[in-house]
């Protein structure tokens, strides 16, 4: 799908979070694929081919859920692997290139990345901490939900790191990233 694509090639987290929330949508319509023509109808301002080609796109999206088994949770393996892809380049900035820019970054949000790992059992990586955590707000903010200063303190300073891994990202995706030197 145009947005999908358009996301992922110019802002990966801002596409790993569309994802989850397509996710959660198709989810809420039960991976019922005779549902999606309501969600792709939102496109009509575009035409029928685009909108025929969004409720392929979703459909092929609960087909695929559905072969990964993820229909209650998870997430699709081609995400999982950009966010572990993201975990490497998350530990090549802090260990090897030594990026001193994102070191700074991840000593802000250090104590609010250990915080989150005493409240959450079973993520399997820092990286994918960050990202439920922005999800979290995501899902609060939609709710209107109250939101502690505290909490928006510190996810603002996760926000910060996780969009500076993106741009390194892109970086690295278009050849553009040099590791040897800062």
Do not use: C
Request: charged share 25%; glycine share 4%.
């Amino acid at each position: 799908m145009v947005i999908a694509d358009q996301k992922k090639r110019e802002n990966i987290a801002e596409y790993i979070l569309y994802m989850w929330q397509l996710e959660d949508l198709m989810r809420s319509i039960e991976l019922n694929p005779e549902a999606v023509g309501a969600i792709a109808e939102q496109f009509d301002s575009y035409g029928d081919a685009v909108v025929d080609a969004a409720a392929d796109w979703y459909r092929n999206m609960i087909r695929q859920m559905k072969s990964e088994k993820i229909e209650q949770s998870g997430h699709l393996r081609e995400v999982q692997d950009i966010v572990i892809e993201l975990f490497y380049l998350h530990n090549t900035l802090l260990n090897i290139s030594k990026d001193k820019t994102y070191q700074h970054l991840y000593t802000d949000a250090a104590p609010h990345l250990q915080e989150l790992r005493k409240r959450s059992g079973r993520v399997s990586n820092e990286v994918e901490m960050m990202f439920n955590a922005l999800y979290g707000l995501w899902l609060l903010r939609l709710q209107k939900a109250q939101i502690a200063e505290e909490t928006e303190m510190a996810m603002a300073s996760i926000s910060k790191l996780t969009a500076f891994l993106a741009a390194k990202y892109k970086q690295m995706k278009s050849g553009e990233m040099d590791f040897s030197h800062n």
